[in-house]
């Protein structure tokens, strides 16, 4: 644990100092600074600890990171019943967030010590899912539409390919690329609900022992209105940790019969195309944290990606993807190039 902020000293960083005025003014100077584990963004999270009472810290260089629509999702989470950290006081333009403290039972972390039941943990995640999308996208959330979709799949030929020494000019991929995608992505733009993009078991927190206790939301401030699809297959074709087949196809179910879904086999194709573009991108994202910003860790967990992405280019609606790959990536640089660089 860090020593308390108090007056900063003369030595420390600006942004040390910045964060010891913030929490002065708020009515928590002297409160210890513990730093925690980040994620993929250029955020920074702390708890702080003050007599008994504690908050979390969120620091979002302002250059990079706005924190406004953070805010505004938090608030339109807690204002629907759902349970988003609350805020305690902000600095936008410094960056600077302190928030409720939803504390230490991350779903990822619960699951890995077997201290909660797997098929019941991804059952009320499954139904929060459900009830969120019963909530109209308002106005303020931009569409997660085409547009943006081909944006994203982009990181993969951008970083994945440039690091595999196939793409010699990525110009060249991308009107071949662009064009497997256009039609593939039409089936997934109508009806949009709140999607948050980022919906998965360390994103998700247990609140409570008691049946039908709420789990609480983080990492949410790039929600936008797109398709119902997305944030399942974020929940079950996971990065980070494996989710048995039979689990993933159960829950998938669950959540069909939830949302009373008539075109039962349209969604299951609509899941696997938001699954392909979602898992494309991430392959080039954790190539990206490597390559640009020299976080190494994130590469480990490329050959599970390439499982899922391999997985949802079997579905016959993604055939001109998967002539794509077919075409301008060898199987020797996708998963076994991957666990070597890793």
């Known amino acids: ?27 928590w100077g002297g409160a210890d600074v513990a730093p925690m584990a980040g994620d993929a963004s250029f955020r920074r999270y702390a708890r702080v600890s003050d007599r008994g009472r504690t908050a979390i810290l969120m620091e979002a260089p302002p250059d990079k990171e706005d924190t406004r ?31 409720e403290d939803f504390g230490d039972r991350l779903m990822a972390k619960e699951l890995a010590a077997a201290r909660v039941d797997e098929e019941s943990i991804y059952g009320q995640a499954v ?12 106005p303020e959330l931009k569409p997660y539409g085409r547009d943006e979709l081909l944006r994203e799949v982009m990181l993969f030929p951008e970083w994945y390919m440039a690091a595999t020494g196939l793409a010699a000019d990525v110009a060249g991929y991308a009107a071949a690329w662009d064009d497997a995608w256009q039609g593939v ?5 109508a009806e949009p609900v709140v999607v ?3 919906y998965h078991a360390e994103n998700l927190m247990l609140l409570g022992d008691a049946p039908g206790a709420r789990l609480g939301l983080l990492d949410f401030q790039d929600a936008l209105a797109g398709h119902r699809a997305y944030d399942l297959v974020s929940l079950l074709q996971d990065a980070r940790r494996d989710v048995p087949p039979r689990l993933q196809a ?4 669950r959540f069909i019969d939830a949302t009373e879904i008539s075109d039962e086999e349209g969604f299951r194709a609509s899941y696997d195309v938001l699954g392909a573009q979602r898992n494309a991108k ?4 954790f190539v990206r944290l490597r390559d640009r910003d020299g976080r190494q860790g994130y590469v480990e967990r490329l050959p599970r990606v390439w499982r899922h992405l391999e997985r949802n280019l079997a579905h016959p609606a993604l055939a001109s993807v998967r002539a794509w790959f077919d075409a301008h990536v060898p199987p020797e640089a996708r998963a076994p190039w991957c666990a070597d660089k890793a």
Do not use: C, K
């Open 1 to 27: 644990m860090t020593p308390p902020l108090a007056t900063p000293p003369s030595d420390q960083p600006p942004e040390g100092v910045a964060v010891a005025r913030f929490l002065a003014r708020h009515g």
């Open 69 to 99: 629509p953070f805010i505004f999702v938090a608030e339109l989470l807690l204002a629907n019943g759902f349970r988003a950290p609350r805020l305690l006081a902000a600095d936008v333009d410094a960056g600077l967030l302190l928030l």
């Open 127 to 138: 139904d929060l899912l459900a009830t969120l999308h019963r909530l109209p996208p308002p």
């Open 185 to 189: 992505l039409q089936e997934t733009l």
């Open 196 to 198: 948050l993009r980022d």
């Open 250 to 253: 159960a829950m998938l179910q």
């Open 282 to 285: 991430i392959l080039g994202i």
